[in-house]
């Protein structure tokens, strides 16, 4: 069983900048889709990014030019830097994994594998 643990998250000014991580207890990222997702209470959990395992990477488009996702193979490390952070930013962030990839990874359709979330809070 994959497992994920989030990190990273904390309360930033607007404008500001974050790198959360993901560590896994195995070498998945060879193998595995890996995302990024996010939810508000009372609102659908949203698909941010994904990393396919030939390396495609999809945003949402409130996110694009501002996230990257990213991983570090040797660490057994998923990253997402967060760059020019708004209000609207402000979530529980989470890391998932499937071994579903292509268009299932490109959609962020539901994972299988889900990390404990860390909340990410923009505010001045």
């Known amino acids: 069983q994959v497992q994920l643990v989030e990190s990273g998250g904390r309360s930033v000014q607007p404008g500001g900048s974050l790198r959360l991580s993901c560590a896994t207890s195995?070498?998945?990222?060879?193998?595995?889709?890996m995302g990024w997702f996010r939810q508000v209470p009372g609102k659908e959990r949203e698909g941010v990014a994904s990393?396919?395992?030939?390396?495609?990477?999809t945003y949402t488009d409130s996110v694009k030019g501002r996230f990257t996702i990213s991983r570090d193979n040797a660490k057994n490390t998923l990253y997402l830097q967060m760059n020019t952070l708004t209000p609207e930013d402000t979530a529980m962030y989470y890391c998932?994994?499937?071994?579903?990839?292509?268009?299932?990874?490109?959609?962020?359709?539901?994972?299988?594998?889900w990390g404990q979330g860390t909340q990410v809070t923009v505010s001045s």
């Open positions: 990393l396919d395992i030939d390396g495609v990477t």
């Open positions: 998932a994994a499937d071994r579903r990839i292509g268009w299932f990874c490109r959609n962020m359709a539901d994972f299988t594998y």
């Open positions: 195995e070498a998945t990222y060879s193998k595995y889709c």
